[in-house]
């Protein structure tokens, strides 16, 4: 199927920035969407932000302005920018891509997620 490996986690201070990315591998056709959640101790998971083919984006209103999600297509990669991080933002964070892939010659439609990477906004 389709593997996605995360990475750029870790602790920050209050005003800081992370970068995360997630590298997409398979026998992969093409991708629709790639997008970041989160998930705090005790919440559900949420949508931070996600973009689509052509780069359409949509971000949730708590890191507007402050993170920035964008896609390398040739290499299959979602970025995730964040900026003036917040206590708040503490979560682990998952990668989510939707997209198409060849199953044993035929076309077959996938959503895989990342193993989550940490992180933590703290002084």
């Known amino acids: 199927q389709v593997q996605l490996v995360e990475s750029g986690g870790g602790l920050v201070q209050p005003g800081g920035s992370l970068r995360l990315s997630c590298a997409a591998s398979?026998?992969?056709?093409?991708?629709?969407?790639m997008g970041w959640y989160r998930q705090a101790p005790g919440k559900q998971r949420e949508l931070v932000a996600y973009?689509?083919?052509?780069?359409?984006?949509k971000y949730a209103d708590s890191v507007k302005g402050r993170f920035t999600i964008s896609r390398d297509n040739a290499k299959n990669t979602v970025y995730l920018q964040m900026n003036s991080l917040k206590p708040e933002d503490t979560a682990v964070y998952y990668c989510n891509v939707d997209g198409y892939y060849t199953d044993y010659d035929a076309k077959a439609r996938f959503t895989s997620w990342g193993q989550g990477t940490q992180v933590t906004v703290s002084s």
């Open positions: 398979g026998s992969i056709l093409s991708i629709n969407v």
């Open positions: 973009i689509i083919t052509g780069g359409k984006t």
